[in-house]
């Protein structure tokens, strides 16, 4: 039995050693060193111009990126139209609110690399996404990273898929760590992620529940900053537009930085999936870390987008590259 179980383990071993796991294998950052080594430029220049046209640029890109590799993986399917027969996941309730800038910033570095012959239709929607995310983040001071390419643009995007997959501005941190763990992500990658939230800006709809109706025992959720809950109120009415934009950072909503942290440890977190991460025993080590070290969350920063930007990767055997970002072609 023993003597069966040695040969089971050599075997699988072999197994392991002879087919590993190619999604990840195939990731390179020079993996258009050939077919277009000037990749990386022409889609900075493409978000650079994009930028100064308007900042929503930079969180909606971010965003974007995030919300397609939670569902399906990295793949650039939450960027596909729906069809009279087929709902896509862009059109689910929870990226309806996708701002519409980061499509159009993938889809003009689509149209600038496909306008150079030997980069016609070399390069994937799901790459681009991802080398646009990180010159994003650069663009509001943040750190810069080495991007891992060679994704292939999914086949698949249904609204259906979405559900259960993306986390909301209630989640404790219990749920997030599930949420995370799921597309093989720690607990400090999650936190590292959060951070995002520094930029860009959410809906006043989002928030209603922690100003005015949080539970039988107090109109405002007590976690909240008391004057950072009032300033909220005045932006966002009982009577108002629940669309209505509200900054996510109320210090530096155009910065990149660990002011997000510090604004938690102010109780100033504007969801409560943010605040969450400082009122938890288990994160707020990091959280009080973070605040005071911004060298060491930028790190952790990269670290997660680095693994977010493997999940879920297509391989020749099961994506393409698209013509047409927004389309199955």
Not at 47 to 62: C, G
Not at 219 to 240: M, R
Request: hydrophobic share 40%; charged share 20%; proline share 5%.
């Amino acid at each position: 039995m023993a003597r069966f179980s040695l040969v089971v383990v050599v075997t699988l071993s072999l197994a392991i050693s002879m087919f590993p796991d190619t999604t990840t294998a195939q990731l390179k950052t020079n993996f258009y060193g050939n077919s277009c080594p000037n990749v990386e430029q022409i889609v900075k220049k493409v978000v650079q111009e994009k930028i100064k046209q308007t900042f929503v640029t930079i969180p909606a890109t971010l965003r974007l990126f995030f919300h397609d590799c939670f569902v399906n993986g990295c793949d650039a399917s939450v960027m596909i139209q729906s069809t009279p027969t087929n709902k896509a996941e862009k059109d689910h309730p929870d990226n309806i609110s996708l701002a519409g800038d980061g499509f159009d910033v993938v889809i003009k570095a689509k149209k600038a690399l496909d306008a150079i012959p030997s980069c016609k239709n070399k390069v994937s929607c799901a790459d681009i996404l991802a080398l646009a995310t990180r010159d994003v983040v650069v663009a509001a001071k943040g750190p810069s990273y080495a991007v891992e390419l060679g994704r292939f643009d999914g086949l698949v995007s249904t609204a259906a898929s979405v559900n259960g997959n993306l986390p909301g501005p209630n989640n404790k941190v219990t749920e997030l760590n599930k949420l995370f763990a799921k597309n093989k992500l720690t607990q400090e990658d999650m936190i590292a992620l959060s951070a995002a939230h520094t930029l860009g800006f959410a809906h006043c709809g989002k928030v209603f529940n922690r100003i005015y109706n949080f539970n039988l025992t107090h109109a405002v959720d007590p976690t909240l900053n008391k004057a950072y809950a009032k300033e909220l109120q005045l932006a966002c009415p009982k009577t108002v537009d629940p669309r209505i934009a509200i900054n996510m950072d109320p210090t530096t909503p155009r910065q990149f930085d660990n002011i997000y942290f510090k604004n938690l440890q102010q109780g100033k977190g504007l969801f409560t999936s943010d605040q969450v991460l400082f009122t938890d025993g288990r994160s707020k080590p990091t959280v009080n870390d973070w605040a005071k070290n911004s060298v060491a969350f930028n790190k952790a920063f990269v670290t997660a987008m680095t693994k977010l930007g493997r999940v879920g990767v297509k391989t020749r055997r099961n994506g393409n590259i698209r013509r047409d970002c927004g389309a199955f072609n």
